[in-house]
């Protein structure tokens, strides 16, 4: 079946505009997950949600960010007037349900390149 | 919150060679450890995990250790094939939040033929 797909693949935008970041998770799972990898290092935890809801953002970095879920399927996470500290991959994952020991199924990331 | 510290950064082992991954966390109760294989312009996939309540885990060539007492977990790959050249990485989920993992910096393991 299909796995996590995410769009674009890569996004190169100007500092100050807007960017929005797709993630279309695995059918049937209720969770997702958005992590941002910056060059050379580790995941780093912005949002997740069970269904629509999102029940913890401290993981986001700024009140730049913002994501949200519809119809508990596709997700879209926004970056208002991105700044270059930005760039970075922006990994999607879904899972078949939140919490216990579900399996994180990861898309490719959206490579985001800042100017 | 948690903190995982992984090393090695880079790790380069001859075809046949074991390699070993070494991860340590700071939250004492955190109680699973999944380890994630990144290969070049992919997502993460998950290769094995492991919970508080064992010491190990094996799953074919590959390996995971825990040690509840020092806080620290390692990845063991034995005979190493060019396949398993990847970037690894080591996680710890939350504790007030199972829902958030904690990653590891990352290990670029190359398998030279």
């Known amino acids: 079946g299909a796995g996590v797909s995410q769009s674009p693949s890569n996004k190169v935008t100007e500092k100050g505009k807007d960017v929005e970041l797709r993630c279309d998770p695995i059918s049937g799972h209720t969770a997702l997950y958005w992590y941002r990898q910056s060059l050379g290092q580790g995941l780093e935890f912005l949002i997740y949600f069970q269904g629509n809801s999102a029940p913890d953002k401290s993981g986001l970095p700024s009140d730049r960010f913002s994501a949200e879920r519809t119809g508990g399927s596709v997700s879209t996470l926004t970056i208002q007037r991105t700044q270059q500290e930005d760039s970075a991959v922006y990994l999607c994952a879904s899972s078949l349900r939140a919490g216990g020991y579900n399996e994180q199924f990861f898309g490719p990331g959206t490579r985001l390149t800042v100017l | 919150g948690e903190n995982v510290e992984q090393h090695p950064s880079t790790l380069s082992v001859q075809e046949g060679d074991s390699a070993v991954i070494k991860c340590t966390y700071s939250d004492s109760a955190s109680n699973y450890f999944p380890w994630y294989k990144q290969e070049l312009g992919k997502g993460p996939q998950l290769i094995i995990d492991?919970?508080?309540?064992?010491g190990e885990k094996k799953d074919q060539r590959i390996a995971v250790t825990l040690n509840k007492t020092a806080k620290h977990f390692s990845l063991h790959i034995t005979e190493t094939q060019p396949e398993d050249s990847a970037v690894y990485f080591c996680a710890a989920r939350g504790v007030d939040n199972f829902n958030k993992f904690y990653f590891g910096s990352g290990t670029k393991l190359n398998v030279k033929p």
């Open positions: 492991i919970r508080s309540n064992v």
